[in-house]
């Protein structure tokens, strides 16, 4: 995604009200809102990590857990699942461009 196309979708969902419970920003801030969202974005700020080191460096979350939060922040385009063609796969997770820029001002 362009720059200009983020600072697009930035102005488009920022002039909602986000204080009505219709929004459309909402269910993305309840994404990236939730503690474990918060510390696996943060953990990924210093790099790409696989599922294990993730749930190590992630203190107290579940399995589960992890895995779900992963697929609802890929889903939501914050974080990049990549899957080497090796037996058994190894799958990396990292930032997206727009995981970083949402990252940014938390570092």
């Not at 918060?38 to 107290?60: M, N």
């Not at 990049?80 to 938390?106: C, F, H, I, K, M």
Request: net charge positive; charged share 15%.
């Amino acid at each position: 995604m362009t720059e200009t196309a983020q600072v697009a979708t930035a102005a488009r969902l920022l002039a909602h009200d986000t204080f009505d419970n219709k929004c459309a920003l909402r269910p993305i801030m309840d994404q990236t809102t939730s503690r474990w969202a918060t510390l696996i974005i943060s953990a990924l700020i210093a790099g790409p990590h696989r599922f294990a080191q993730l749930h190590q460096r992630v203190g107290g979350i579940s399995q589960k857990m992890l895995s779900q939060n992963l697929k609802a922040l890929a889903r939501s385009g914050l974080v990049a699942r990549d899957v080497a063609p090796t037996n058994p796969p190894q799958v990396t997770y990292s930032l997206t461009e727009l995981g970083v820029g949402l990252a940014g001002p938390g570092r």
